[in-house]
């Protein structure tokens, strides 16, 4: 039986109380308020630095994500170890120089994405390509980035706005599970229409780093290769400025989405008492969702998605939903059954109780392909994200208020509870979600 309680925010002094008593063991499968704090704090404090996928910090996340699945019985998904790595390649421009006609352009009026070590051209020796004042911005930067080729591009001022986008978009480089081509694109804001003289000069510096998935499964008894997978990303978006500057410039990230991962270690702490798993239980936690899902993107080309059941992608469960306390909403519910089989499930145990998993109250946000869900629904497997936060109007998103003392931890144990209530059908194997129509590869570009 689920109890709800009533919702209850918990404060920094709360926090400090919290660990200065010493707390009674509870069972592995008790979900409590207390765990579901000491799995936030650690991983949300300030020494993760925001947990950015290619800083430090995020290895002292990764490393507890590790020992509390070991500690929760989880076997290693990837051989012996719990962590997947994979290989990123980030490219940052140097200094460019651009000049037309024996004038220099204003920094602020070009900007330069590629992976060319170096990069020298004058009018005879690249591309250029235009963008008057009636074009489709969009659709020609497109083009040019899936064709790969270097090219100075021309810009009408009329499309400042757009450019202006991509140029900010693009400022601090661009990154890539594949090594790119060495070539460049060069998008430069003018109604310059003649050019008798073309300098650009600069380059890109590459930088390869190592990340990590981090993964652990409980083994089902009678089809083992049968996978529900409970997800949520580790990474956040790190710091900026000096952390010892006197003013805050961590970005903790403890709603986005260390209360996901928490969420993601207390479901395999329960599982791992109960006995009648049929089907095995992969519990993962991405890298690099925020530089574009490219943890899940990764993972998603290393399995066989025919054996992915169901994927409950935990995403923002720290503040309580517009439908109210320790209730939670689910993206994508049209695209498959899975939303109404939970549904299901709940009825008996909350039948004097209005509460149902809603669907997603914001498509304008479209947020079914802005989570890892999303790598594997483009595979087939029925993968939503499962939220509570009103992100329409959540002022601490992607800020450095993303504290843990923003968090709502009762209203938050409660989702956790349900979905651990939920999701037991189709473990057992009571119940299998339809598949979901595979979406089309995301386009890789040669350039961002």
Same mark, same amino acid.
């Given at each position: 039986?689920?109890?709800?309680?009533? /919702?209850?925010?918990?404060?920094?002094?709360?926090?400090?109380?919290?660990?200065?008593?010493?707390?009674?063991?509870?069972?592995?499968?008790?979900?409590?308020?207390?765990?579901?704090?000491?799995?936030?704090?650690?991983?949300?404090?300030?020494? #993760?630095?925001?947990?950015?996928?290619?800083?430090?910090?995020?290895?002292?996340?990764?490393?507890?994500?590790?020992?509390?699945?070991?500690?929760?019985?989880?076997?290693?998904?990837?051989?012996?170890?719990?962590?997947?790595?994979?290989?990123?390649?980030?490219?940052?421009?140097?200094?460019?120089?651009?000049?037309?006609?024996?004038?220099?352009?204003?920094?602020?009026?070009?900007?330069?994405?590629?992976?060319?070590?170096?990069?020298?051209?004058?009018?005879?020796?690249?591309?250029?390509?235009?963008?008057?004042?009636?074009?489709?911005?969009?659709?020609?930067?497109?083009?040019?980035?899936?064709?790969?080729?270097?090219?100075?591009?021309?810009?009408?001022?009329?499309?400042?706005?757009?450019?202006?986008?991509?140029?900010?978009?693009?400022?601090?480089?661009?990154?890539?599970?594949?090594?790119?081509?060495?070539?460049?694109?060069?998008?430069?804001?003018?109604?310059?229409?003649?050019?008798?003289?073309?300098?650009?000069?600069?380059?890109?510096?590459?930088?390869?780093?190592?990340?990590?998935?981090?993964?652990?499964?409980?083994?089902?008894?009678?089809?083992?290769?049968?996978?529900?997978?409970?997800?949520?990303?580790?990474?956040?978006?790190?710091?900026?400025?000096?952390?010892?500057?006197?003013?805050? #410039?961590?970005?903790?990230?403890?709603?986005?989405?260390?209360?996901?991962?928490?969420?993601?270690?207390?479901?395999?702490?329960?599982?791992?008492?109960?006995?009648?798993?049929?089907?095995?239980?992969?519990?993962?936690?991405?890298?690099?969702?925020?530089?574009?899902?490219?943890?899940?993107?990764?993972?998603?080309?290393?399995?066989?998605?025919?054996?992915?059941?169901?994927?409950?992608?935990?995403?923002?469960?720290?503040?309580?939903?517009?439908?109210?306390?320790?209730?939670?909403?689910?993206?994508?519910?049209?695209? /498959?059954?899975?939303?109404?089989?939970?549904?299901?499930?709940?009825?008996?145990?909350?039948?004097?109780?209005?509460?149902?998993?809603?669907?997603?109250?914001?498509?304008?946000?479209?947020?079914?392909?802005?989570?890892?869900?999303?790598?594997?629904?483009?595979?087939?497997?029925?993968?939503?994200?499962?939220?509570?936060?009103?992100?329409?109007?959540?002022?601490?998103?992607?800020?450095? /208020?993303?504290?843990?003392?923003?968090?709502?931890?009762?209203?938050?144990?409660?989702?956790?509870?349900?979905?651990?209530?939920?999701?037991?059908?189709?473990?057992?194997?009571?119940?299998?979600?339809?598949?979901?129509?595979?979406?089309?590869?995301?386009?890789?570009?040669?350039?961002?």
């Amino acid at each position: 039986m689920i109890t709800m309680r009533k /919702s209850g925010q918990t404060t920094l002094s709360a926090l400090a109380l919290f660990f200065a008593q010493s707390l009674t063991p509870v069972s592995a499968a008790e979900i409590t308020v207390e765990q579901v704090l000491a799995d936030v704090v650690a991983l949300a404090s300030d020494n #993760t630095l925001g947990r950015a996928a290619d800083g430090d910090g995020i290895k002292i996340a990764e490393q507890y994500i590790s020992e509390e699945f070991k500690a929760a019985g989880l076997q290693p998904f990837f051989g012996q170890s719990y962590l997947q790595g994979f290989n990123l390649f980030h490219y940052q421009a140097d200094p460019f120089s651009v000049a037309i006609n024996d004038t220099a352009i204003s920094p602020e009026q070009f900007f330069a994405v590629g992976s060319a070590d170096n990069v020298d051209w004058d009018q005879d020796n690249v591309t250029i390509t235009r963008i008057e004042k009636d074009d489709d911005f969009r659709a020609i930067v497109t083009g040019l980035n899936s064709r790969g080729e270097n090219s100075l591009v021309l810009v009408d001022s009329v499309h400042q706005q757009l450019f202006n986008g991509f140029a900010n978009y693009l400022k601090s480089g661009t990154k890539s599970l594949t090594k790119r081509n060495g070539n460049a694109l060069v998008l430069v804001l003018t109604d310059t229409q003649e050019i008798s003289q073309l300098s650009v000069k600069g380059g890109f510096t590459q930088q390869q780093v190592t990340l990590n998935n981090v993964a652990g499964v409980l083994k089902g008894k009678t089809r083992p290769n049968e996978y529900v997978v409970f997800s949520a990303h580790h990474d956040h978006i790190g710091f900026q400025g000096e952390t010892d500057s006197g003013t805050d #410039t961590i970005y903790n990230g403890a709603n986005d989405d260390a209360s996901g991962v928490s969420a993601v270690i207390n479901l395999a702490r329960f599982y791992r008492a109960m006995e009648n798993r049929e089907r095995s239980i992969l519990f993962i936690t991405f890298t690099a969702e925020e530089m574009g899902l490219l943890g899940s993107e990764y993972f998603g080309k290393t399995i066989n998605a025919d054996e992915m059941i169901a994927m409950f992608n935990i995403e923002m469960i720290g503040k309580a939903s517009q439908f109210g306390p320790g209730k939670m909403w689910m993206t994508g519910m049209e695209r /498959s059954n899975l939303g109404e089989l939970l549904n299901r499930n709940l009825s008996e145990p909350l039948k004097q109780s209005d509460y149902r998993i809603e669907a997603d109250p914001y498509p304008d946000y479209q947020l079914f392909y802005r989570s890892d869900n999303a790598s594997l629904a483009r595979l087939g497997v029925p993968a939503h994200s499962i939220s509570s936060t009103q992100i329409s109007n959540d002022q601490d998103y992607h800020q450095v /208020s993303d504290e843990i003392s923003t968090l709502d931890f009762a209203q938050m144990t409660d989702i956790i509870k349900v979905l651990s209530h939920v999701s037991q059908p189709i473990v057992t194997a009571e119940q299998t979600p339809k598949r979901i129509q595979p979406l089309p590869a995301r386009s890789q570009g040669y350039f961002f």
